[in-house]
């Protein structure tokens, strides 16, 4: 029987690669939507027609500014609403080191609007989704549902340089969902919550005992954000969450903020791998699911995708490393293992499901995917990983 595929969030545009951010944000809706179909069509042909049944969902890939939405949606765009200094550095180290954090910056609630209208969740959804019902109908594929990634507000707070500002990230973001509550029909959509910045918060705070804390935190503002939304919309929204440790040029954001400590480089990969560990995954999402979980009485938590492969390291393969997912279990979600790695072979990649589920059950897990920041890959790169997850998740029946 095997497991489903879950299709990656974003994929790769060759011919826009080395495009200047002026020039993204210069392209028609017509050159993203054709971008879109592109994306989509070269992610069913790697997925493979004999499997597109089992797939999840599917997106439209984050092309043109959402190759790069960290730097020009919140280092430009956002910024600019908010009359602060524009940044767009190409690596961590550029990108934050110019951030002027000022502790207690408050946000004029008069510039909510402009703020949603410079995420442009919803009009990149809309665009997305025409393209998507097409697609769906072309390859008679009824079950499949339209995924929209969602940054955390929290997330999107920090990345805009707001320690203080949450509540206006909050309704900005209701607002942006809102307006693709109405444009979409609510059985066809599936938001994907990411989470980059609260995840490496959490591991920060585990160094101090603090993990779960900063976990409930990022629960609580999904509960603010879901009470923003209309009742008329919200008992029908589905989640996804995606916590991830960012990717920028292919590098996590932990290592990032690693490579410049004056220590041993062997002591920088164990604390990497220390703190990007599983156990600090379920110390975000474990809150999150407890309170938005399916077993909850309207919980729209539906799959998680677990970072397994993250940056430059490979799965572990030691069933040990996997023994906190036993935390997530029944809150009435299903994940999906994010495994493939561009260092690894397909034994490597099998080797780290089977210890996976040897250590949080057979029925754990519904799908398996590939890593997170598949859009900075090449396309042929993107289309061997997914190959190869389709091919792993066929040997678990």
Partial sequence: MGLGFFSPGSWPNDSTRGMSD??????SPDDIMMLMRQNMLQLLDAVGKAN???????????PGIWQDWIRITAGTKLREVLGLQTHSGKTYQEYFGKFDFRNGRRIDPKLVPAMANAMGYAAWAIMGYEVFKEIRKEHDLPHLKFQVGIP???????????????DAFIKATAIEMQTILRAIPAQDLVFSIELPVSQVFVAAASMLGLGSVMGSYAANVIGRLLDQIPEQYRRFIQLNLH?????????SVME???????LPSPLKRWLCRKLQGVKNVTRLVRPILKKHGGCNKG?????VQLPLAVGSQQAPTATQAYLPLRALQGFGATFSAGLTHENASSEDVLRALFAAVHAAGKFFFGFVGPRCGLGRCSEAQATAEVEQAVLIGKTIG
Avoid: R, S
Avoid at 152 to 166: K, S, V
């Fill in 299 to 303: 919980g729209h938590v539906w799959i």
């Fill in 243 to 251: 916590p991830c440790w960012g990717d920028l040029g292919h590098k």
């Fill in 256 to 262: 990032a903020m690693l490579l410049p400590l004056h």
């Fill in 22 to 27: 002026q020039g993204l944000l210069n392209m």
């Fill in 152 to 166: 955390h507000p929290f997330d999107m707070a920090q990345l805009t340089g707001l320690y203080i500002g949450g």
């Fill in 52 to 62: 597109t049944k089992k797939l999840a969902v599917l997106g439209h890939g984050e």
